[in-house]
């Protein structure tokens, strides 16, 4: 692909937050969507301010896709609409960058898969946090064998959000009304993605079960009746997500997953990385490395204190190619430069024509955990299977 | 009880560790037991040593508990024998101490609890992190509201033991042989003790049902070929047990537990305890308190890590009572006083003929984990259904 022109489709937080991003590095935003007028219009406002160029303005995303002049769409809407605005643009024959969140129903993931199938269209998952620093050079790390055999990853969602969920109605936020109706792991793959990339998912290993166990919902309840103490219909709300949602995946390799989903409880940030092998290990928590046999084990508390924050220690040889050259160039973008990274991982490809670094068969595989964790949560934790998306090539 | 006479039954690592601190606390030592005759002997030297009395030396568990000196049975030998030996006891109407470890069945889990009903003799379940200095600070601090409602806990037993189990035949450990036959959550007491006192298991509320996942068994294997290549029958051997065994539970009111095993990777110590409430926090890994509303939410590991440790700072005010007349007094024996005190409230409460801190409703359902675990391993993460040990007197 040569000429890049995007229909920007979603301009809340996530949209406000990449658009810069994207404007450096395409030829042109010529359409941009949001079902909501007043943001439409701040994003070709933003565009124009930017390019001197004024994109068409759509609030329906199918027209925004059908505009002659674009070629490439992203999606950076509401959970709901991620699956059916990426279907709609691929059979338009538009390349696709979709945002991240979770799936609606399994079926859904396969329409992706189908879909991309069939008309061959780019398509790539913006999951930022696979181009994260610490995450890129664990995985440096693991394919230098450092780790020995990879066992057992887990890691989480842990964000405190019950601001911007309690205050969906004012923020137009998808979150509330997702809170109220559903109850799941509803945001899996920040964690997942860069472990999935770590043990070769749809690469020579894939997902094949998991059970899902949720927590009662008291986290929202708690925080409305304290500090929005004046919406009648909230305080009166029954929230069906779960506080915690812990689901445990096997790999078809005999590996483990944990995966959590923390978001209406008190807390400080955390993506709770941890990567487990038979020669070493590293956990963000505290954020270090450790290696058997080249330190002592450690049984008191002092110790692991020391411990704290080593893995720099070891990004001084370690550091992933990818952050290297980065870090000289300079770190820019938001989320810590995951942002920037990711988007050009996206356009480079298209304009090489080159495999998308992160592709439908992970997209369907990683938002289906939330729609198979609703399942196992509705049948009291039972198991339930992971549907093979590469119909049988993630051994090839 | 006036006069404690204790028949001292296994002398292995548990036993020699426990030894000076009962000496220091009972009448006498009558009878010691071990199915070694040099460990049963060792024993009894170094009660002789102590006390100028020798006692009577025995290798069957039966003819010790018949002993007729004696009115208390501790038991301190391998997982196998530990509910038989208890129940032996019990029948002979002996108080017992048992050491912990998990169950092979859950029908051994009822005639426990049955047996201690039918003899109505004191039984403790000899679980020392109940009485951990951060395990205790933070009840309390559960007790005073400060971490709001309870919605969450996890704790792991993360001991890097591939050493003891790999060299279990030189040593005569149990492990061994666990580890190659069975799969299962094989040591939840640790860190599930203290959390079920949090959340109030059998008294209030208790556990409901879990689901059990097992992942691959490599960390042993690679050890001894690392360590142990000239151990023929090792080398070739297949252990059972996974590396990691991630158990999730649900209770009565709502909570969810997760507990994990995790022995035989390298790894640093740690027993992962963590408390999640609608008002706050704690964790081991970082040793920290979170507290909603006094501190800003952080977003960065910089913050996160100025606040390792800062769990020392709440102590100042939140430090249980027992710990700190055990800090005035001197903090003595083994595992950082966790073993003074758990034999202190042992002892205290047979003299004082009072309901025993950790009972056989405590023993009897955590202990049951082990069994219930390894069903749902073997049933592919399949929830079961955990026993009310209690018979419905949870609730009273």
Redesign the interface.
Known sequence: MKNINVAYIGYGERGRALLELVLEQVDAIGAVCDIYEDRAEACAKAVEESRGVRPAVYTDYKAAIADESVNVVMILTAWESHIPIALEAMRAGKAVALEVGGAYSVEDCWKLVRTQESTGVPFMFLENCCFGRRELMIKNMVELGLF??I??CSGGYHH?LREEIAFGVENRHYRLRNYLSRNCENYPTHELGPIARILGINKGNRMV?L?S????A??MH??ILANKSDDEALINAEFAQ???V?T?I?CA????I?L?L?TT??????RGFTV??????Y?E???SV????QED?????S???N???NADDYAREYEHPVWKQFLEDGVRGGHGGMDYLELKAFFDALRADAPMPIDVYDAASWMAITALSKISIAN????VEIPDFTSGRWEE
Chains 1, 2 share one sequence.
């Open positions: 020995g055999r066992v057992h405190d079960s059970t166990t949720a927590s009662c008291a986290g708690e925080y779960g506080d915690v812990t445990v096997k390799r005999g590996e483990t944990t959590t923390d409880l008190p807390r400080f940030y955390s487990r092998g038979t020669k070493g290990m956990e928590a505290t954020d450790f290696l058997d046999r084990r450690a049984y008191d508390w110790w692991v204190k411990k704290v924050g009291g934790s039972a198991p």
